[in-house]
Structure formats: structure tokens, C-alpha cells
């Protein structure tokens, strides 16, 4: 979730859900609530890890048929961006 989606009602549905909501109120929210603000952080990471990985064509088209080949290439573009990293 981001910020878009913080109102009272969508935080409501995540927690009915079994999920812990982690966004930070709009700067103009009323009652403004408390988040876990280094988990927050987390999602961020997350986002970009599947930035990375959609630079690759192949994946985000989803070229492939089967599924191990499928994720055989995810396997393999998560080294090369390790490799990447290091």
C-alpha cells in the first residue's frame, strides 16, 4: 500500500485480511495513525528489486510458455543482478 490508498476504509479491509497496513498518512489526514516507519522503508526495496527485474523484457512479457523455463530466467536474471550489486 501507499499513501493512495490510506484511507480508513482500505486500512480496514488489510487488517480484516490478516495483513498489518504499513503507510504513512496523507501530510493532510485529520487523524493521522502510526506506522512502523523502518518497515515502511522495506517496501520501498522491494519496489525496486521489481523494477530491476522488469527491465528485462522477457520477464515482463512473459515470453515463455512453461513455467520452469519461466523460472529458470527469473533465477538467473536474480544472479546477474547480484553479480550486479557485489
Do not use: H, Q
Not at 36 to 56: I, P, T
Amino acid at each position: 500500500m501507499d499513501k493512495a490508498y490510506g484511507g480508513a476504509a482500505t486500512r480496514k479491509l488489510v487488517r480484516e485480511s490478516g495483513f498489518v497496513p504499513v503507510v504513512p498518512p496523507k501530510t493532510n489526514a485529520k487523524k493521522p495513525w502510526e506506522y512502523d516507519r523502518e518497515l515502511y522503508k522495506k517496501r520501498n526495496e522491494v519496489e525496486r528489486f521489481f523494477r530491476r527485474l522488469k527491465a528485462f523484457r522477457r520477464i515482463f512479457t512473459r515470453y515463455d510458455k512453461l513455467d520452469v523455463v519461466f523460472t529458470g530466467f527469473i533465477t538467473f536474471v536474480l544472479i546477474i543482478d547480484t553479480l550486479k550489486l557485489c
